[in-house]
């Protein structure tokens, strides 16, 4: 038996338009977390596949949010050039690590799928085959 655990509650700034982003906006919908880095070989092999899905993606049931770590990053300015030439979807800008290690995550990037009651109903690290990621994503859709 797989124990959900409350996903934590964040509000977090855009790095592709303004303003800022409130996961509390989003319960009732499955929301798919995309941790990542600019320089991650990793996270250039399944950003793109994460953008193809989040095209084809029915928006009013599923959010789709990727979070730069900023505290692994090169620099805000590599972040900011790689949200704009490889991004479509929401791009945010954790405030150093803390995001990320309040999603217990380890390496970029990290998957985590939070089901419509706000629990996190599995997690992926840098390693994951993106086919897992979009079975388990069937399987709350």
Known sequence: ?????????????????EGTY???EDLGKVIVLTFWTSWCPDSGKD?????QLYKTMDHEKVKMI??????????????EEYAAKFLSQPALKDQGRTIYDLYNS????TTVLIN????IHSQ??????FLSVVESLG???
């Open 1 to 17: 038996m797989v124990t959900l655990r409350n996903a934590p509650s964040f509000e977090l700034p855009y790095i592709n338009k």
């Open 22 to 24: 409130n996961i509390k």
């Open 47 to 51: 950003l793109p596949k994460k953008e």
């Open 66 to 79: 990727t979070i730069n770590v900023s505290g692994r990053e090169r620099s805000e300015a590599e972040a």
């Open 106 to 109: 380890d390496g970029v990037p």
């Open 116 to 119: 419509k009651d706000g629990f």
């Open 124 to 129: 992926f690290g840098d390693k994951a085959d």
């Open 139 to 141: 399987e709350l859709i």
